[in-house]
């Protein structure tokens, strides 16, 4: 089965870029999306199909995905940025959506 | 304002069955696919099923597959997760998610109903 891997947690300077990758075979073939989830509430959508931002999200948010690395990237991170993050996708092979294990971003 | 609101969810014995609702509104509900998403106590998002916006093709997690059915019915606006055989590692709580697109693409969220499976 397809799999996705993140790392546990990042940790960025307030102000700086903080970069979230997400693993996986061949991941650039594929679409890659990005939740943002605090504690207690229900994940939100911060980039859809590799690097599109849904209306409300800032430009700070930003996606890229190429061969084995799909990337999210925070500029000026900001202390409401702290969440965890998870990338996911869909694996047409098996007709499951995978998600990766989530990232906790801490903001100094 | 698009919204969905999971409901049904509650304690039960290991064993039992539960049907979780999911109540759409603010969008034509029949024209979208949608998801079944849970997350375990302090643990990360997995996703259990898929149902297209028609009902004509459904797929699961490996880890519900033969006890947790997906259903809609587009007339009420409504999707459902029936769950059987319940197990303790099924406590969680559900989110309902809108498919947009990529099946992978889930756009709107409900703020989730807590399962818990404990004698």
């Known amino acids: 089965s397809y799999e996705l891997t993140q790392p546990l947690s990042v940790s960025v300077a307030l102000g700086q870029t903080a970069r979230i990758t997400c693993g996986g075979n061949?991941?650039?073939?594929?679409?890659v999306h990005w939740y943002q989830q605090t504690p207690g509430q229900a994940p939100v959508m911060v980039i859809y199909?590799?690097?599109n931002r849904p209306s409300g999200i800032p430009e700070r948010f930003s996606g890229s995905n190429s061969e084995n690395t799909a990337t999210l990237t925070i500029s000026r991170a900001q202390v409401g940025d702290e969440a965890d993050y998870y990338c996911?996708?869909?694996?047409?092979?098996?007709?499951?959506?995978?998600f990766g294990g989530g990232t906790k971003l801490t903001v100094l | 304002q698009v919204q969905l609101v999971e409901s049904g969810g509650g304690v039960v014995q290991p064993g039992r069955s539960l049907r979780l609702s999911c109540a759409a509104s603010?969008?034509?509900?029949?024209?979208?696919?949608m998801h079944w998403v849970r997350q375990a106590p302090g643990k990360g998002l997995e996703w259990v099923a898929v149902?297209?916006?028609?009902?004509?093709?459904?797929y699961y997690a490996d880890s519900v597959k033969g006890r947790f059915t997906i259903s809609r019915d587009n007339s009420k606006n409504t999707l459902y997760l029936q769950m059987i055989s319940l197990r303790a590692e099924d406590t969680a709580v559900y989110y309902c998610?809108?498919?947009?697109?990529?099946?992978?693409?889930?756009?709107?969220w409900g703020k989730g109903t807590t399962v818990t499976v404990s004698s």
């Open positions: 998610a809108r498919l947009y697109n990529d099946p992978g693409h889930m756009d709107v």
């Open positions: 603010g969008f034509s509900f029949s024209s979208y696919g």
């Open positions: 149902i297209w916006f028609d009902g004509s093709t459904k």
């Open positions: 061949n991941i650039g073939t594929k679409n």
């Open positions: 199909r590799d690097s």
């Open positions: 996911q996708v869909w694996d047409s092979s098996s007709a499951h959506v995978v």
